[in-house]
């Protein structure tokens, strides 16, 4: 699976420390380390296990011997999942080579293989309880079928036919729930790495000693523990939604309903309509049995009509409202007695784990529960959550943001109502919610900083935040075409040598490792460190295509990269080299000459096969709101000065224009290195038949970017053509080499493409700007 350039950052960042550290570790006596220690700090939604999966390819690339990795998790639906996704799924091109089993599938022969690498994937139930009798708990017992020692003597040994002890890195997935006897266990492993992640990071007390002897020793700080992936980073790759709404509800539970169902209702139609529709999806978060002033068993003798049972109640106001109760799930642990059972249509999973597969089989788009839904539900569809009066704390709200934050089809949309996690919280009075939201602020601010925060005011629907367009307007979408890049890139991998017989350019020049070798048998074995110069080998397939990644990422958005001319499969790909070697060296060059060959032979290309962008609604704060006559939409928000300015200048024109939203209005793909993949202009102005996308461009970053984001887009067909122009404050020129310059900062520089280069037009005024850059 293709990584976002952020996700490979730190993917690189953990190994690159993992390697750097491992080569002189620190000793906590003759045979055992202190184990790496490295918390990946990352919101929800931002794709942790990818992460991780390929900081653990990176790991293994560099070590001497084949490691096993132990991957755990507290929930059992999560480690399934993640054992399905490594094994055969979506992840498995991401740890080309390893072996991955449930633990308890362990054999001796897959530890004692040291030329394969193996992942283990388990819950810490397995084997983090204190009483090491227990009957479940079958890694402490002797697996008869498998050998005459337990798995967990296996794994703390782990010694491969050659006698070397194998290194072991354990992965905690959701670490914040990593705790002291969970720690302690692992350390009787004698771990080579310990990586938790975790949106909330917790460091227990077991691991203090660690970071200390770390710190006295290795003079890390606070820092150097921690691989923090940026929140900006994922909503610019639209791996989760860029908007939070919240709403107070001082009504009945029926009231902040029923305008949640018509604000589901507009979103709906909204995702009927985008290239790859679906059915939004919504939470209600409630008690289970309580009731007030009612003992639960009398409760549950009531017929069902009669029941005051919060999801009861809940699901009969659904189906009085039109949902059909076929897509309607309650997921907890509801009573009911055999004389008063609940109707036939009543779907009720109280059976937690037991229960799961068959809820997500379900394709329900109304889910009641109290929490407990498991970790392992995270469907993105889901964009909209209840939470009644008795679940509204500050707490219980942020555990909930995770079930509601993740973006339907990692895009963002043009209609802002499928871009926003929507909340609709009812409270009993006025000061209890704004103490809520004064905490969830505060904690939304530390943790999902890149997300808009928005506000409802006091029972009222999400719509009024959104301002939908007067009328329709199209532009045609913009496409990177390679078709003339093909030869080009044929003729370099041609040249790629063929390393598939070794040889002494496959040998990196690593740095020196120690491992652990046992020597003797039995009772009187012992172990000496051995010196190794070299690390393990990785198929040149994923040096080549790791390299592709960091020179042209974003490919998903310019038209694949690329890979996407290169035949992967071709049989010198498939040679293992070190990533240290001349040989790899060798294919990175390749790999940036492809690059190279692309950007110069590829041309942006006005795509008159797929539908055009249309324009759709845009969020407005009514705050800072301010309206426009002749604008797409009524009124604006969140405009600088600089852009207000032009927006009221462009206004004057008459002309019909829009302003543009970043990250999920129109874009052009952007051809060249670096990681920034799209260009998002400001605004759109259509005159006759061309549309002028058109941006505001600030003296801090015209040198740097205004040549990469002006492009002569070349068109075909019938269609409008889009022209691009950038305006700038202030008097700048640019010399006959390229060189761009500030001569004044009085008027206006309005810059376009011509006759294949840059050309600068002076304006007194913004009226001359607005009309020098409609000029066609």
Known sequence: MELFPFQEAAATRIAERFAAYVADPLMIDRTRAVPFFQMLVSITGSGKTLVLADAVAQMQARLPRQPIVLWLSKGRVVVWQTYANLAAGKYASNVPGFVVKPLLELAPQYIEDGDTPLMLVATVGKFARQDDQEADRRIFQVQLDLASESLWTLLKRRASSRGDRRPLIVIYDEGQNLSDLQTQRLFELAPDALISASATPAVPHALERILARLRADKGWVDADFKTVVSSSDVVAAALVKSRISLGGYVTPM?????????????????????????????????????????????????????????????????????????????YCQLAFTKDTPPPPSFNLFGGADRDYDRFVAGGFEHIVFNLSLQEGWDDPHCGFAYIDKEMASARQITQVIGRVLRQPGATHHADPILNTAHFYIRADERGVFEDILDEVRAQLTSEHPAIELKVRPENRRADRDREPPSRPRAVPTTSIYSGNAQTAIGRIVDRMMDFRAGGPNTVGQGARMQVLQEVGHGGAATYEWIEVEHSNRVSARSIFRRELQRLFPGGLRRAGGPVNLVDIELPKFDAAVEI?????????????????????????????????????????????????????????????????????????????????????????????????????????????????????????????????????????????????????????????????????????????????????????????????????
Not at 273 to 295: H, L, Q, S, W
Not at 299 to 317: C, G, L, N, T, Y
Not at 703 to 713: A, G, H, Q, T, Y
């Open 254 to 330: 029926e009231t902040a309903v029923t305008a949640m169902l018509a604000d589901i209702a507009d979103a709906t139609d909204a995702a009927a309509a985008i290239d790859e529709p679906f059915r939004p999806k919504a939470i209600y978060v409630c008690t289970t049995n309580a009731v007030d002033g009612v003992p639960i068993s009398e409760d549950a003798k009531r017929p069902f009509e009669d029941r005051q049972a919060r999801p009861i109640v809940i699901w009969r106001h659904l189906v009085a409202s039109g949902v059909d109760p076929a897509k309607i799930a309650v």
């Open 580 to 776: 240290t070697s001349p040989a790899a060296d060798h294919v990175r060059g390749v790999a940036a000459e492809v690059v190279d060959a692309y950007i110069d032979n590829a041309r942006l290309l006005q795509n008159e096969d797929d539908p055009p962008y249309s324009v759709g609604p845009v969020t407005i704060d009514p705050s800072d709101a301010v309206p426009f006559a002749n604008a797409l939409h009524p009124r604006y928000s969140g405009l600088n000065s600089f852009e207000l300015d032009f927006a009221r200048a462009l206004d004057r024109t008459q002309r019909v224009w829009c302003r543009n939203s970043v990250g999920s209005g129109y874009f052009i793909p952007m051809l060249d290195r670096g990681s920034t993949a799209t260009f998002w202009p400001d605004f759109l102005v259509w005159v006759d038949r061309t549309v002028v996308a058109i941006d505001t461009k600030g003296k801090h970053v015209l040198s740097e970017d205004v040549r990469r984001k002006l492009f002569d887009i070349n068109g075909t067909g019938e269609r409008p053509r889009v022209v691009l122009r950038l305006v700038s404050q202030g008097t700048w020129s640019i010399s006959a080499a390229g060189q761009v310059s500030q001569q004044g900062k009085v008027g206006y520089t309005v810059w376009r493409w011509a006759n294949g280069r840059l050309n600068a037009t002076l304006c007194p005024d913004l009226r001359a700007a607005c009309e020098a850059t409609l000029t066609i």
